[in-house]
């Protein structure tokens, strides 16, 4: 019994290693030159930061805007994009009818 412990102890270990060496950076390659520029949700809107937590909506908290681009549009990809954006970040999640929508918060209930 203490030799299958062992052995699964040892597999346990193996496992979290691997899921840690597979997240981490440590063994990408550090490219040289200029930083990738991420865009979040295309040109993003602000909002109140303020005791965010995990089910915060925060279409809700919206602040004014400075731009006229809806975030998580095509067209707020694009001008991220015209602006030397590398990378766009989106939210995508599934719909109960089975489609998928572009949307950062959980539920549209709070937009």
Same mark, same amino acid.
């Given at each position: 019994?203490?030799? !299958?412990?062992?052995?699964?102890? =040892? %597999?346990?270990?193996?496992?979290?290693?691997?899921? +840690? #060496?597979? @997240? /981490?950076?440590?063994?990408?390659?550090?490219?040289?030159?200029?930083?990738?520029?991420?865009?979040?949700?295309?040109?993003?809107?602000?909002?109140?930061?303020?005791?965010? !937590?995990?089910?915060?909506?925060? =279409? %809700?908290?919206?602040?004014?805007?400075?731009?006229? +681009? #809806?975030? @998580? /549009?095509?067209?707020?990809?694009?001008?991220?994009?015209?602006?030397?954006?590398?990378?766009?970040?989106?939210?995508?999640?599934?719909?109960?009818?089975?489609?998928?929508?572009?949307?950062?918060?959980?539920?549209?209930?709070?937009?």
């Amino acid at each position: 019994m203490g030799r !299958k412990l062992k052995y699964a102890a =040892a %597999a346990i270990v193996a496992v979290a290693a691997a899921i +840690y #060496l597979n @997240n /981490t950076s440590l063994l990408a390659t550090h490219a040289g030159g200029k930083p990738v520029l991420l865009a979040h949700r295309g040109m993003a809107q602000r909002f109140d930061e303020h005791d965010l !937590k995990n089910d915060t909506c925060t =279409a %809700a908290r919206m602040l004014p805007p400075t731009h006229d +681009y #809806l975030e @998580n /549009t095509i067209r707020s990809m694009r001008a991220s994009f015209d602006r030397g954006a590398d990378i766009v970040e989106l939210d995508v999640h599934p719909t109960t009818d089975g489609e998928f929508a572009v949307f950062h918060d959980w539920t549209v209930d709070c937009r």
